[in-house]
């Protein structure tokens, strides 16, 4: 198994990977427009020539980058591919120099052993700005926010008007 930078024509089988884990909410549903538009933030997995697993990593700034779309095919799992994936953008991360890597996930005892930490959500805005105040769970989220580094000091992204009146009564 080794990892590498995805490309275009890897697009299709890096939405069929995630699609297996998008209808049950434990992936973000990611359309194919959006992988293409995105395939540069993906790394994918391969063995013997073919996709078994992809992940990618959002850059917000030096101050955030948010690993997502992490997934191995389920035939796949067990061997070491979902650790070689967050690995390799982690190194990613550390090549763009970001100090923080945040997540958000169901299997945080999967992140902890590669040194994620549970966090709170609202330690990180740009997170919240970016994807949260749109989602259909934003009052009933059942996902552990983790982070890797120094927690970030400031958003980058601006803060949508409509987010104040959503986070009242919540506990975020
Ligand atoms: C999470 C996922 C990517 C792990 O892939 P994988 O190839 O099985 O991972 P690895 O083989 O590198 O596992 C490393 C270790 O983590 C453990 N682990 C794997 N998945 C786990 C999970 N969901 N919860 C807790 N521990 C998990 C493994 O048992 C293994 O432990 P070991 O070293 O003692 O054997 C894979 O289970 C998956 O695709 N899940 C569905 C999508 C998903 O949940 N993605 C993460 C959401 S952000």
Redesign the pocket.
């Known amino acids: 198994m080794r990892t590498r930078k995805a490309i275009l024509p890897d697009a299709n089988q890096i939405h069929d990977l995630i699609a297996g884990?998008s209808g049950d909410g434990?992936?973000l549903p990611r359309n194919l427009a959006e992988i293409c538009e995105n395939v540069r933030d993906f790394v994918v997995?391969e063995d013997g020539g073919r996709i078994i697993?992809c992940?990618a990593l959002h850059l917000y700034g030096t101050h955030l980058a948010e690993?997502?779309?992490?997934?191995?095919?389920?035939w796949?799992?067990?061997?070491?591919?979902?650790?070689?994936?967050?690995k390799k953008l982690l190194a990613e991360a550390k090549k763009h120099r970001v100090t923080c890597i945040c997540?958000?996930?169901?299997?945080?005892?999967?992140?902890a052993?590669l040194g994620f930490q549970v966090a709170h959500r609202a330690d990180l805005p740009d997170k919240i700005y970016k994807d949260c105040h749109v989602c259909p769970r934003f009052h009933c989220c059942d996902?552990v926010a983790m982070v890797r580094g120094e927690l970030p000091k400031f958003a980058i992204l601006p803060e949508p008007a409509t987010l104040l009146v959503k986070l009242q009564g919540m506990n975020v």
């Open positions: 884990y434990t992936l997995l697993g992940g690993v997502r779309s992490i997934t191995v095919a389920p796949a799992q067990g061997r070491g591919g979902g650790g070689l994936l967050v997540l958000f996930t169901r299997s945080p005892q999967f992140f052993r996902e």
